[in-house]
């Protein structure tokens, strides 16, 4: 009998965490059956606030003002190293003294001047709070007693050090601050920092910032003292929640900022990586790099920085992650010396490698590797995280994936400074490959056995010609650009001095990655195929209300809530790599701390249906490490099987019952016939008061929780080659458009799709049907998709989508009305030359977007800020005179600016 290999994947249908699910009703649960619930809805999509929390040093470090105070307190610093450079002007503040304090504004960079009150003290810091913040539902005593605590004496328990505060471990391990006023006080100033953020923004804000005008006494902007700032709203209140754990963080984060300031030569990259790594080192959860979902992200150029844009949280992820792993390395010490370098960019990495006997290529080599396999290799630590907040980040997926009845592959690309790109053979034997690229090109290759149970093996090839026995359950060829290209390198690459480069930005700061040299490599390859089947099963639709753990202790109906299970049915027995679950958007959805446990049971059954049954294996995952959005636990080192007869639980509980995670429902079903919700998929474990006794439940509707399992085991059956039997269909779609891509197939055992446009891989795209929504010129293209089983592979027609632009258009602006920005879309059914003005009622330009731009077909987005506009009614209006024919557009439309 031959002998085949199953991977089997079930994934849930959302990866972004829509914000207000709620419970519209929710009644008792009755006949040990049923716990009601009516679903709610959802109003707009919202990442949570933490997701789009910034901190300021790229803008403010960027302003001329500010790299003139740094050069200007660098000078005082040469003729004065120690030492009070003014005299202490709030040392001597006691509490409920009031002070008034020069404060900017972030939008425009000038100042004004605001009242504060004392709110909090120690013997090394001072809590300012702007007048009118604190309140009991604003900034209250929690807030400041909180903050006061972890500062001066203790921090969580993940911190280096908990009996310890932040200022003490900060200094430690970054260095001195700058004592100006030669108190060694701290002073912090809580305001509602101006940076364009409004309420019901989508945007990012401003968490807090450091200005280095304040460490140049002679500047009339100048507080003359050692000040960082803190955001009241929204990190600290925002709808009526106060939120007093966030601003902990952002402190430490900030005062790294500070410290760096007294020395510094950083590249803002490295910069902030220093900053979200003090996070970690004192105890908080850090950012979780969700980047590694996206290989496009994975290959960015190192100091990648896109200040002004959203795409700029995922360059602090990726820096807060690279930083973490450094420590991971080198230790808090060697890391923390990062802070006190004099050089930049690649000379202070070089440094802290050289000092280990080890140079920053085979840093940046192994970090690649630990994101994509995070497992500790025996004694082999260099390939993994240590720290709980970091186990669970891993790469999600390759860039490029061959499945089983592939035999032959060949690829040549490119890679920036810095980045990988990951490329899987699933279900191989004696493979071949041949390797060759640029000198600054490493290659490793990770095989992880047939046999799960023993761990992978990674080796390091040059470029040349080899040859993998195997059998592997997969094999990943890894490529990382790990040394500069020798040509198109601006001189500030290698070492940014602050002398030329005050703010650790330097001419190539954001500029340099828009037009980054490449190295190239390529590869070429062949195996026997180990067959495998590859299929996506969701037993969820799309989210329609949140069940809270532990249940809301407000309300005796849901007090007793403990857990939620879901059962899955797998066609075949296997190993559980992965378990993923969704949590909801809005920021109360998780909160607190302690650890979720996640456990495996078998079915049994019961009155109402199946329920989870014995225990077979348990995992606990710290809150602290999981995201509002798309969560993925892997298990590959657990060893978790399936039960022998197929279907199982898994099982989620939030042990402290102060904490609250909100996990994504869908609608459910009253359709018996539908196997995703008949017999009962998820169910609720409820005890006293809100039961009794205590038992599994479910919903009223049989609403699904949005869960998913990864599975990995053996299959043994017939096999029979897929063949395509519908072609997908080419088509035109209007702007803002829907369309479907389809593909129909046969073959045994069902076959695995993957979709590719113009080349590339769609990632997690791998069923039947591709959907386009909304759209525009960035989804047209050529679309095929590949077709695997056991029993070979085959690629689909090619078919071509394209943008149908009939007229000319102008939208309205969104929003509307609007405070600080909007934002101004048309449409170009054929190339113009393009004006776009902004006008008051009486007809005057107050602003001009495009001034006879050329622009080619398509849709056209611009952000208006109206930073100096009053309140009231404007007119944009668009001009647009086309090339090629003699069409002209004119239209103009009305939009409202409040404050």
């Known amino acids: 009998m031959v002998r085949y290999f199953l991977f089997v994947a079930l994934f849930c249908a959302l990866c972004v965490a829509p914000a207000q699910g709620q419970y519209v009703s929710q009644s008792l649960p009755h006949e040990g059956a049923?716990?009601?619930?009516?679903?709610?809805?959802?109003?707009?999509?919202?990442?949570?606030?933490?997701?789009?929390?910034?901190?300021?040093?790229?803008?403010?470090?960027?302003?001329?003002?500010s790299q003139e105070a740094l050069r200007q307190y660098r000078e005082l610093r040469r003729l004065q190293p120690e030492g009070a450079l003014t005299e202490a002007l709030h040392a001597d503040a006691a509490l409920g003294d009031t002070r008034n304090f020069r404060v900017r504004?972030?939008?425009?960079?000038?100042?004004?001047?605001?009242?504060?009150?004392?709110?909090?003290?120690?013997?090394?810091?001072?809590?300012?709070?702007?007048?009118?913040?604190?309140?009991?539902?604003?900034?209250?005593?929690?807030?400041?007693?909180?903050?006061?605590?972890?500062?001066?004496?203790?921090?969580?328990?993940?911190?280096?050090?908990?009996?310890?505060?932040?200022?003490?471990?900060?200094?430690?391990?970054?260095?001195?601050?700058?004592?100006?006023?030669?108190?060694?006080?701290?002073?912090?100033?809580?305001?509602?920092?101006?940076?364009?953020?409004?309420?019901?923004?989508?945007?990012?804000?401003?968490?807090?910032?450091?200005?280095?005008?304040?460490?140049?006494?002679?500047?009339?902007?100048?507080?003359?003292?050692?000040i960082i700032y803190l955001n009241s709203r929204p990190l600290i209140y925002n709808e009526g929640q106060v939120n007093a754990l966030r601003v902990r963080s952002v402190a430490a984060h900030e005062l790294q900022h500070l410290i760096h300031a007294n020395y510094?030569?950083?590249?803002?990259?490295?910069?902030?990586?220093?900053?979200?790594?003090?996070?970690?080192?004192?105890?908080?959860?850090?950012?979780?790099?969700?980047?590694?979902?996206?290989?496009?992200?994975?290959?960015?150029?190192?100091?990648?920085?896109?200040?002004?844009?959203?795409?700029?949280?995922?360059?602090?992820?990726?820096?807060?992650?690279?930083?973490?792993?450094?420590?991971?390395?080198?230790?808090?010490?060697?890391?923390?010396?990062?802070?006190?370098?004099?050089?930049?960019?690649?000379?202070?990495?070089?440094?802290?490698?050289?000092?280990?006997?080890?140079?920053?290529?085979?840093?940046?080599?192994?970090?690649?590797?630990?994101?994509?396999?995070?497992?500790?290799?025996?004694?082999?630590?260099?390939?993994?995280?240590?720290?709980?907040?970091?186990?669970?980040?891993?790469?999600?997926?390759?860039?490029?994936?061959?499945?089983?009845?592939?035999?032959?592959?060949?690829?040549?690309?490119?890679?920036?400074?810095?980045?990988?790109?990951?490329?899987?053979?699933?279900?191989?034997?004696?493979?071949?490959?041949?390797?060759?690229?640029?000198?600054?090109?490493?290659?490793?290759?990770?095989?992880?056995?047939?046999?799960?149970?023993?761990?992978?093996?990674?080796?390091?090839?040059?470029?040349?010609?080899?040859?993998?026995?195997?059998?592997?359950?997969?094999?990943?060829?890894?490529?990382?650009?790990?040394?500069?290209?020798?040509?198109?390198?601006?001189?500030?690459?290698?070492?940014?001095?602050?002398?030329?480069d005050l703010s650790g930005e330097g001419s190539g700061g954001s500029v340099f990655p828009l037009n980054a040299p490449t190295l190239s490599f390529s590869y070429s390859a062949s195996w026997q195929t180990l067959p495998i089947v590859t299929r996506t099963l969701s037993y969820a639709g799309q989210p329609t209300a949140f069940a809270e753990l532990p249940g809301d202790q407000r309300q005796e109906s849901r007090r007793g809530i403990r857990k939620l299970a879901k059962r899955f049915s797998p066609e075949l027995p296997g190993r559980i790599t992965e378990v993923g679950f969704t949590?909801?958007?809005?920021?109360?959805?998780?909160?607190?701390?302690?650890?979720?446990?996640?456990?495996?049971?078998?079915?049994?059954?019961?009155?109402?249906?199946?329920?989870?049954?014995?225990?077979?294996?348990?995992?606990?995952?710290?809150?602290?490490?999981?995201?509002?959005?798309?969560?993925?636990?892997?298990?590959?080192?657990?060893?978790?099987?399936?039960?022998?007869?197929?279907?199982?639980?898994?099982?989620?509980?939030?042990?402290?019952?102060?904490?609250?995670?909100?996990?994504?429902?869908?609608?459910?079903?009253?359709?018996?016939?539908?196997?995703?919700?008949?017999?009962?998929?998820?169910?609720?474990?409820?005890?006293?008061?809100?039961?009794?006794?205590?038992?599994?439940?479910?919903?009223?509707n049989r609403n699904n929780l949005l869960a998913s399992v990864r599975i990995s085991g053996s299959y043994e059956g017939p096999v029979e080659a897929p063949e395509i039997t519908r072609q997908p269909v080419s088509g035109t779609v209007v702007p803002g458009g829907s369309f479907t891509l389809e593909v129909a197939a046969t073959g045994t055992p069902?076959?695995?799709?993957?979709w590719f446009k113009d080349g590339l891989p769609l990632y997690d795209e791998t069923g039947r049907m591709y959907q386009i929504d909304d759209m525009d010129t960035a989804d047209e293209g050529i679309y095929t998709v590949r077709v695997s089983n056991p029993g070979g592979s085959v690629l689909s027609s090619e078919t071509q989508v394209l943008l149908r632009l009939e007229d000319f258009t102008l939208s309205q602006n969104f929003p509307n009305p609007f405070r600080q920005s909007t934002t101004i879309s048309f449409i170009l059914p054929e190339e113009a030359v393009v004006g776009l003005t902004i006008h008051d009622v009486q007809g005057r330009l107050v602003g001009t977007v495009l001034s006879g731009e050329l622009l080619q077909p398509g849709i056209h987005e611009y952000e208006w800020e109206s930073r100096w506009m009053a309140n009231g009614l404007f007119f944009y209006r668009i001009h647009a005179e086309a090339v090629n024919s003699d069409e002209r557009f004119t239209k103009a439309r009305k939009m409202i600016r409040l404050r």
Not at 37 to 51: N, T, Y
Not at 157 to 168: K, M, Q, V
Not at 289 to 303: A, F, G, T
Not at 662 to 687: C, H, K, M, Q, W
């Open 105 to 226: 504004n972030l939008t425009n960079n000038t100042w004004r001047t605001l009242g504060f009150t004392l709110r909090g003290l120690s013997d090394e810091i001072r809590i300012w709070v702007e007048n009118g913040e604190f309140a009991p539902d604003k900034v209250n005593e929690e807030v400041i007693e909180g903050l006061l605590e972890v500062m001066s004496n203790s921090t969580p328990a993940l911190s280096i050090d908990p009996e310890r505060g932040i200022i003490e471990i900060g200094t430690e391990v970054f260095g001195n601050m700058p004592n100006i006023d030669g108190s060694g006080i701290l002073n912090i100033l809580i305001t509602d920092v101006i940076d364009g953020w409004t309420p019901g923004s989508t945007r990012g804000f401003v968490a807090g910032f450091f200005d280095p005008v304040d460490l140049v006494p002679d500047n009339s902007n100048s507080n003359a003292a050692d």
């Open 750 to 754: 069902e076959p695995v799709y993957q």
């Open 264 to 500: 510094g030569g950083l590249h803002i990259f490295q910069n902030e990586g220093q900053s979200e790594w003090a996070e970690l080192l004192t105890g908080f959860p850090g950012r979780s790099p969700s980047y590694l979902s996206d290989p496009l992200e994975i290959d960015q150029e190192l100091y990648t920085w896109r200040r002004n844009s959203p795409e700029v949280l995922i360059d602090y992820q990726r820096a807060s992650l690279l930083h973490s792993y450094l420590f991971e390395r080198f230790g808090p010490e060697a890391t923390g010396a990062l802070t006190r370098s004099s050089g930049g960019r690649l000379q202070a990495y070089e440094a802290l490698a050289a000092a280990q006997g080890l140079s920053f290529e085979e840093i940046l080599r192994d970090f690649h590797i630990a994101n994509f396999i995070n497992l500790p290799l025996g004694a082999d630590t260099r390939f993994s995280y240590g720290d709980i907040r970091r186990r669970a980040n891993r790469v999600t997926f390759p860039t490029f994936q061959y499945f089983s009845g592939q035999t032959e592959a060949s690829r040549s690309a490119t890679l920036f400074y810095g980045g990988a790109e990951y490329s899987e053979f699933i279900g191989v034997e004696n493979l071949n490959l041949t390797i060759s690229g640029s000198d600054g090109v490493h290659f490793a290759v990770i095989g992880f056995p047939e046999d799960v149970n023993l761990d992978p093996e990674v080796m390091f090839f040059e470029p040349g010609s080899y040859e993998l026995p195997g059998p592997f359950e997969r094999v990943v060829l890894t490529a990382v650009a790990v040394t500069p290209p020798e040509t198109g390198v601006p001189a500030s690459f290698l070492a940014d001095g602050m002398a030329a």
């Open 583 to 700: 949590v909801n958007g809005r920021d109360s959805s998780l909160v607190g701390g302690g650890d979720l446990r996640i456990s495996l049971h078998t079915v049994v059954g019961s009155t109402s249906g199946p329920v989870p049954g014995t225990e077979i294996e348990a995992v606990t995952v710290p809150l602290n490490q999981l995201v509002r959005g798309a969560n993925s636990i892997n298990l590959s080192a657990a060893a978790w099987t399936t039960p022998a007869d197929g279907d199982f639980f898994i099982v989620f509980e939030v042990l402290n019952p102060a904490s609250r995670v909100e996990f994504l429902l869908d609608g459910g079903s009253n359709n018996a016939s539908d196997s995703n919700y008949f017999p009962v998929r998820t169910r609720l474990f409820i005890e006293p008061p809100s039961a009794d006794p205590a038992d599994w439940f479910r919903y009223t």
């Open 34 to 65: 049923e716990h009601s619930v009516q679903p709610g809805f959802w109003d707009r999509i919202d990442l949570g606030l933490g997701a789009r929390l910034m901190c300021s040093a790229d803008g403010v470090l960027q302003d001329a003002q």
